[in-house]
């Protein structure tokens, strides 16, 4: 009887010690993750995690605050391998590091239903100094700006809208107020998954520049300039070959200046209506290369048919260019095209206004952090001027954006804009040059502090030239 007891103790002795682990194990898959989490969520302390798993070769640590810890030595192997899984950090597919989000630490925005508002408001005091030949002036000004964005949150298609507005009230000194208004809304319709057709609508306010060649020399107060955009559009992807067509409408007011002598001088002749129809084609080398072809036609007509110098300023407008379009990831991205534009005006007196057009946009970013944009538009302005059909305008850009630490960001910009006439035109080509520098200090998610200066030069040919400086430091609020 005493061997078959003592077999009996000893297998009950086995039975406990084996439920004993398993119940041990169990207390240990449920409380692991929680201590896991629990010490994820609390970067930088060294506070002991209870339940935590000491690692292989390590020895339990036992005292006061962490009494019940257990080694990893005491597990079945297959509990030792589910609890370094779990307490392991999520690796991605690839094996690289994870990307550092360019959103991340900004302002969330609103949610409205389906809608996501993103909306900032600043107030700027500035200090503004012109020169204008032999003359000058100088004033101080609050500026009050309003931007946001209104982005859908839908599974298909999309709606977005892109607004900002500027008002200025001039606190001391003399100098034209410049208020500005502009609003853009785009749907894009995803039909198929390779076709997409897109409707657009926009507004613009602005005030015309009084270094403008068709600004009013004697004015109190430049023309008010509004501008009504709508535009529709339709891509198709045919495998290697992708197309696109547009129609796009626009028309453009101009407001009553009001001149020193007291009368006012109607603009009402510059008011004017413009269609264009636009078509591209484009073949894919790869998906980094794709060389295109575009080509539009348009028709402006003016509401009145002879201005008030008896010129029927109406025209049709043709354009051709050909360009490449590239796309190496966030490091290098753009599109830049070659070609040529021209305006026919119903008199034959003004001529036909057009020359070389070079258009461009590319992004370079060459480190994390920077961000470097080189962009190129030419385009044709009409005249107002007897005998003057207009400019062509060239425009060269440069943008620089450096993250000197995550919450101080420099941006430095430059631009050239070479305005040129045609030979029998009486007016002056010009040169404007422009410079710039700023700094945002981001005091929270939602506060900002900037910072900016910037210089402006306007070269003639015949007459003088124009500077402007201008120094402002105000704060940005986010939502």
């Known amino acids: 009887m005493a061997p078959r007891i003592s077999r009996s103790i000893k297998a009950g002795a086995l039975l406990v010690q084996k439920r004993a682990r398993l119940l041990v194990g169990c207390v240990l898959v449920f409380a692991g993750p929680a201590g896991a989490q629990g010490f994820e969520g609390s970067p930088g302390t060294n506070a002991p995690v209870v339940g935590a798993i000491a690692d292989a070769g390590t020895p339990a640590i036992t005292d006061p605050q962490t009494t019940g810890a257990v080694a990893a030595s005491d597990l079945p192997p297959a509990l030792d391998e589910d609890f370094n899984r779990l307490n392991r950090r999520e690796e991605t597919i690839d094996g690289l590091r994870t990307r550092i989000d360019p959103d991340a630490g900004q302002a969330a925005g609103l949610r409205i239903g389906s809608f996501v508002l ?3 408001l600043s107030e700027t005091f500035n200090h503004e100094r012109q020169k204008n030949g032999s003359t000058s002036q100088s004033r101080s000004f609050m500026e009050t700006g309003l931007k946001g964005s209104l982005t859908s949150d839908w599974s298909r298609h999309q709606l977005s809208v892109i607004g900002e507005g500027v008002l200025q009230n001039n606190i001391s000194g003399e100098g034209e107020q410049e208020p500005r208004a502009d609003v853009d809304a785009e749907l894009r319709l995803d039909l198929t998954d390779e076709t997409a057709a897109r409707l657009r609508a926009g507004y613009s306010f602005e005030r015309e520049d009084a270094n403008d060649p068709n600004a009013i020399a004697n004015a109190e107060e430049q023309s008010a300039v509004n501008t009504y955009r709508l535009g529709a559009a339709i891509e198709r992807d045919l495998g290697l070959v992708r197309g696109s067509v547009g129609l796009d409408f626009e028309r453009q007011t101009y407001g009553d200046v009001d001149l020193d002598n ?6 009402e002749d510059r008011d004017r209506n413009t269609g264009t129809l636009t078509g591209r084609l484009g073949y894919e080398l790869s998906p980094a290369l794709i060389p295109f072809l575009e080509a539009s036609v348009g028709k402006s007509i003016y509401d009145l048919r002879r201005d008030t110098l008896g010129f029927e300023r109406s025209y049709m407008s043709y354009a051709g260019r050909g360009g490449l379009e590239v796309d190496l990831g966030e490091k290098l991205n753009g599109e830049l095209a070659l070609g040529y534009e021209t305006y026919r005006f119903d008199d034959d007196r003004l001529g036909d206004l057009g020359g070389l057009s070079v258009d461009g946009r590319v992004n370079w970013s060459p480190q994390r952090g920077t961000d470097v944009l080189f962009g190129l538009l030419t385009y044709l302005d009409p005249s107002t001027t007897a005998d003057n059909p207009g400019s062509i305008n060239y425009e060269l850009t440069n943008i620089i954006t450096h993250q000197l630490r995550s919450t101080l960001v420099a941006t430095l910009s430059n631009s050239l804009t070479l305005r040129d006439f045609p030979s029998e035109a009486t007016a002056a080509d010009e040169a404007t040059w422009r410079t710039g520098a700023g700094l ?9 502090l900037t910072g900016d200066v910037s210089y402006e030069r306007t070269n003639r040919d015949v007459g003088s ?5 201008r120094v402002g430091v105000g704060l940005t609020l986010r939502r």
């Open 118 to 120: 993103k909306p900032a």
């Open 262 to 267: 007291g009368t006012t001088l109607s603009q």
């Open 440 to 448: 945002t200090w981001d005091m929270s998610r939602y506060l900002a």
């Open 465 to 469: 030239s124009s500077d402007t400086t």
